[in-house]
């Protein structure tokens, strides 16, 4: 493949464990590439911790040393005639593969991106660093709105991913759902629904439940809470095998659904709530960083419960 001179500052997990900031090689792009410069990445902690801990099941393309990061904004610097984009437009990069000597499985973390102009989304100015959400409110959007799915009436977990579902169910003009979290550090930031400890809750006659948790466990409780032909929605990425316990699932006729990766078309949908005022992501983005501070910042991101969503600030990196 032909290649160009440039290089950039990225972020690399050069083996679990191992994080540095260093300098890469970039490839240089095919006929409708553009070039981006980053202003912001977020840091999922769910793939991305799998990543950090050696503990992602295998995924094709996965190997070490990789560019993490699925959720980056950045601003036009180069783009072809013909693509819809000039430069200076904001547009939200769902990862890259623009590197000539570490992998790109997922590549957002990095202060110059290359990518097809097909794969952004053009933002509107107004939505800055939390036009990193974007991939997350997707995800959650294809949840609770893809193709044969239904708002739930109870989510668990308060994380981020469950208070985009739960805005989302509220912006879609569903009944506003239940919100269970064991954490009261993760209780608060309700917008149009109410979140308790499970403890709390007696019900038992739930038609739609959707989990966030991601946790391998949970699925015997969530079942025992249906109704008859209730659903379950596996919204969270799960390490450990699922399992179940056949007779009560049996005696509800219960469903188990698994939600995928977002499609373009739940991001344009998710977009249009933005902008319309219907969907509210303020209060998401709860922690920044910068590029050379990224050590530290990964860890927060996965083992502090206060810390929803971490975004590391390119604007000044060299």
Not at 30 to 48: F, K, M, N
Not at 208 to 213: F, L, M, P, Q, R
Not at 267 to 275: G, K, Q, S
Not at 296 to 318: G, H, N
Request: aromatic share 6%; glycine share 10%; charged share 20%.
């Amino acid at each position: 493949m032909e290649t160009t001179a440039r290089e950039t500052p990225a972020i690399v997990l050069e083996r679990p464990g191992d994080l540095t900031l260093r300098t890469v090689a970039l490839t240089s792009g095919g006929p409708d590439a553009i070039h981006v410069d980053v202003e912001w990445s977020g840091i999922s902690t769910g793939t991305e911790r799998l990543l950090w801990s050696g503990r992602m099941p295998p995924f094709p393309g996965l190997g070490y040393p990789l560019v993490p990061g699925y959720e980056t904004v950045g601003r036009v610097t180069k783009a072809p005639k013909g693509v819809g984009l000039s430069e200076g437009d904001r547009v939200f990069v769902p990862g890259a593969n623009c590197y000539q000597d570490v992998r790109g499985l997922f590549g957002g973390a990095a202060k110059h991106l290359i990518v097809p102009a097909a794969r952004v989304v053009k933002l509107n100015e107004a939505l800055d660093d939390k036009g990193v959400l974007l991939a997350l409110a997707a995800t959650a959007y294809h949840a609770v709105a893809g193709e044969g799915a239904q708002c739930p009436d109870l989510i668990i977990g308060h994380g981020i991913v469950g208070r985009l579902i739960a805005r989302i169910t509220v912006a879609l003009g569903a009944t506003a759902p239940l919100v269970w979290e064991t954490n009261p550090q993760r209780r608060d930031g309700a917008l149009g629904y109410e979140v308790v400890d499970p403890s709390e809750d007696a019900r038992r006659d739930y038609h739609a439940i959707c989990d966030a948790s991601g946790a391998a466990s949970v699925l015997d409780t969530l079942i025992g809470r249906l109704a008859k032909r209730g659903e379950v929605t596996l919204a969270g990425f799960y390490e450990e095998p699922l399992s179940f316990t056949f007779p009560p699932a049996f005696m509800r006729e219960a469903r188990i659904r698994i939600a995928a990766e977002w499609a373009r078309s739940d991001i344009d949908a998710v977009a249009e709530l933005i902008t319309s005022g219907k969907l509210n992501l303020d209060g998401l983005v709860t922690n920044h960083a910068t590029p050379h501070e990224a050590p530290d910042a990964y860890r927060t991101a996965f083992t502090d419960p206060s810390c929803l969503k971490m975004v590391l600030d390119w604007r000044e990196a060299a």
